[in-house]
């Protein structure tokens, strides 16, 4: 597609329910990345997949979170037995290559997770 | 810990005067980027400067980079009320290794501009 497209675009789930959240990159882009963005911090990175590679998943916070990618393309991101905390945005990155010395990264326009 | 870290948090202009915006990181780079954010949504790549660069231009905006102070500077000159978002410096690390590896881009909180008409 033209862009990153990121779904649902909101989600409210109720404490201990299991999400997932979608990203499908850019068609062609190698490597995707994770990131989580509280009200108002920064963005923290969770994980990101480059081609066929292991995933670099240091960022995610517990094990209830993991993510998979499948065939190299669009990705998902479960987050098991929500916690409050756990409200945020979700945002999904892709790039051409893993290291970005000529281009930047391509975001979605993220998911806003809510947990009540 | 937070490798890049912009200052102000917040700057407030009118319109037409210039917007700068300083971003300060701890570590060696590859390369900075400044990206932008409208209303918490998905960010978008405004400008790339490597680490062997000392300026660059894009139609309005002005980065500098000083890797011997580990700091860079975003220009928006002639503001308009359009440019209201928030702003992050981000930079790669990519080729050096710190262990723990945050990925390749670490970003930090962001200067939220405010351009009144």
């Known amino acids: 597609g033209a862009g990153v497209s990121q779904s649902p675009s909101n989600k409210v789930t109720e404490k201990g329910k299991d999400v997932e959240l979608r990203c499908d990159p850019i068609?062609?882009?190698?490597?995707l990345y994770w990131y989580r963005q509280s009200l108002g911090q920064g963005l923290e990175f969770l994980i990101y997949?480059?081609?066929?590679?292991?995933?670099?998943k240091s960022g995610l916070p517990s094990d209830r979170f993991s993510a998979e990618r499948t065939g190299g393309s669009v990705s998902t991101l479960t987050i098991q037995r929500t916690q409050q905390e756990d409200s945020a945005v979700y945002l999904c990155?892709?790039?051409?290559?893993?290291?970005?010395?000529?281009?930047?990264?391509?975001f979605g326009s993220g998911t806003r997770l809510t947990v009540v | 810990s937070q490798q890049g870290e912009e200052d102000p948090q917040a700057l407030s202009i009118q319109e037409g005067e210039n917007a700068t915006m300083n971003c300060s990181y701890k570590?060696?780079?590859?390369?900075l980027q400044w990206y932008r954010q409208n209303s918490g949504r998905g960010l978008v790549h405004l400008i790339l400067?490597?680490?062997?660069?000392r300026e660059k231009h894009s139609g309005r905006l002005r980065v500098t980079l000083d890797t011997s102070k580990k700091s860079s500077s975003l220009l928006i000159t002639a503001s308009r009320a359009a440019d209201t978002a928030s702003y992050f410096c981000?930079?790669?690390?990519?080729?050096?290794?710190?262990?723990?590896?945050?990925?390749?881009?670490?970003f930090g909180k962001g200067t939220k501009l405010s351009v009144k008409p």
């Open positions: 990155a892709s790039s051409l290559v893993r290291q970005t010395s000529n281009y930047g990264y391509t």
């Open positions: 400067i490597r680490s062997n660069e």
């Open positions: 981000a930079t790669d690390v990519s080729e050096w290794n710190y262990g723990g590896s945050q990925g390749n881009l670490i």
């Open positions: 068609s062609g882009h190698t490597a």
């Open positions: 997949f480059q081609g066929n590679s292991a995933p670099d």
């Open positions: 570590t060696s780079i590859n390369n």
